[in-house]
């Protein structure tokens, strides 16, 4: 293009070279300078040229335009090379900081070249006229790059996101139970696709249909298998209309900010792992402290949101406490004295007047928000988690007696004698008795309860039906072992691949720089009531009655930090680390310790990895309501392998009977116990292991809240 411009020009330049030279080459040579400055200035005037000169044949400039300087013309061989060659020569030049172009024609007399005449042109137009074509070519390149984009877009948008978004939503729909709706693609690329994903979900729903019609025949029959479907088929059958709310204090889902990125995750919570899979089954609302930095900014304006997050199931209603409330109800008085006041670690509680009426202030706020929730229902069943709200049954029934209250303790509860050392004591168990269902884990939990209220209260205790009738008020107390979510059993299914699992197992011992044969595991909460250092201790015990297994065993423990708030747990986490450093010092080689602690948080897929690779797990609690580590180490073991140690202070122990039993304040007992373990035989492992899968399995969390839902309906 810059080519055809130039040439353009150049060609031009030399038609009006011509013209002037008809003018001035006849008798050149006899032309005065005046006559041909006449000429020049005229010429150029009239053809709009950037200027005009006349050479002789000494190339010297006899005429020229008064606007072009001279010297410029003089620098250039432009004229003199014209004459040389004896024909038409152009260049182009910057004059003056601007772009022009010279064109000389020699002049004849008859015989030879007598002098030049030069032609200067404005060539900047064609820097404007490129710089435009340029901005043009660009600008209409980049409409069609858009445009291009646009139609991918498009295409890949109707072609590809559209079918794949509708048998996402129609596999979703499936698997929420929505037999209705079908938003399957039509799409010819993905026809095969739709086929196959149409079948499977005709297969998915007369699946789910044949399991209500089983659920809904075997009702009665409690202890057949139960299944997160046949609880939602269960529940819709005996609530009917009635809707469930679930008050606790830990939250299910804590959001978390980092930087601009909000994540959220499932705490490391006894309570948590066992409500969560009920309420996702069941539906409803979970009211619960807002704990996470992040929680403020994930609600709606009546603080709540639908969660799973990612498969939103039930809706879940944050309460937000101010750091005093924090200090005197949850840190104070649920944790440094209700919690160890039920749990006989030999921790003594402490009772502080200013944490009681915190922790009253907050039983009245979670209470307000029980019964906003409420307010337009019929008869609800509100179902209260735990020691943090002993005050709650109460307040509940006293506002609304239509609704039915359930509260399940998941601590234990110690003899009356033990109770009767709290300075409201009274308070607490009438707070407690507003309730018309109250549960624990085992039956002694149930009788030791039972016993603090025939201590403490003027009541009608009735021991065959385990009823306490107070203020005409009847409170139901029973035993309800809670599990985990353990509903198909869990067992390997046709692509179980043997070799990936152990191929995993040896890079996660790798990323711990971890060298051994056997490894153990154990999963707590940083808590002194898990019996952690006493642990420690019996293993310093193994390893010194048995040396053959140093550097053949290794001890993962598995530790969050938990309620860190709290000055003793503060205290108890420093002395877990120390006293690991000190059994690690005594024994450790270069590549090998006897013990590592992890302290990171993990979700229950990355646990499970754990429990998978361990030979032995080891669980000392020094009391324990239930402990769901020993179960989901059981449900985690579908190779039949691996040995369960567990305290017989867990409520656990009274159903998983096949495990070694031990007794945490015995060191040389647990150390002998995993002995045993690393030396028991695999048949001998598979048998106990099958015993207590079948154990796991058979009461299940879907059967807990069944049995727990069961109970409270028929109370009326
Ligand atoms: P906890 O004492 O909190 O609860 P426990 O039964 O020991 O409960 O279960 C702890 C839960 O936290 C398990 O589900 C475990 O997987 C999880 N967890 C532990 N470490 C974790 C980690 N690092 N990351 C993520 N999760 C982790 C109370 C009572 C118990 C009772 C339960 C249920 O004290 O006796 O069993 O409630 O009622």
New binding site residues.
Partial sequence: MLHTIETDLERRSILVAETLRETIEPNFVNKSEEYLQKVVEKFADRERLAGLAIYDNKEIIVAISPNLPKEILEAENVAADAMDQDGPNGDFIDSTGKRVYLLAMPLHDDTSVVGALMIVQNAEYIDQRLSEMWVNSMLRLFTQVLLIIIVLFLAVRWLVYEPVRKLVVSLRSARAGNQDADFLSDSLIFRPLTREISSMKRSLVEARLAAREEARINLEKLDSPWTADRLTEFVKNILKERTIIVVSNREPYIHTKTGNKIDYYLP????V??IEPMMEACGGTWIAYGSGDADALTVDENDTLQVPPDDPKYCLRRVWLSEEEEKGYYNGFSNEAIYPLCLMAHNRPIFRKEDWQEYKKVNGKFAHAVLAEIKDLQKPIIFIQDFHFSLLPRMIKNARPDATVGLFW??PWVSAESFSICPWKKEIVDGMLGADLIGF?TQLHCNNFIETVGHELESLIDFEQFTIARNEHTTLVRPFP?S?AFSNGGERGAFYDREREKNENKEILKKLGIETKHVGIG???L?YT?GILERIKAIELFFKKYPAFQREFTFIQ???ASKSGIKKYQEFGEQVNKEIERVNGLFKTKNWKPIVLIT?????EE?DRYYKLADLCLITSLH??????AK?FVASRNDGKGVLILSQF??ASKELKDALIVNPYSGENTAEAIYTALTMSPSEQAKRMKKLRNAVKNYNIYRWAAEFLKTIVSIE
Avoid at 268 to 271: I, K, N, P, T, Y
Avoid at 600 to 604: E, T
């Fill in positions: 490391a919570s006894g309570m792992t066992a998941h601590i884990h809670i985990i999963v707590d909460r808590d898990k598995i530790a969050p990171r948080h993990h979700s229950h646990l324990d309501g239930m402990n769901l580590v989901e867990t409520g």
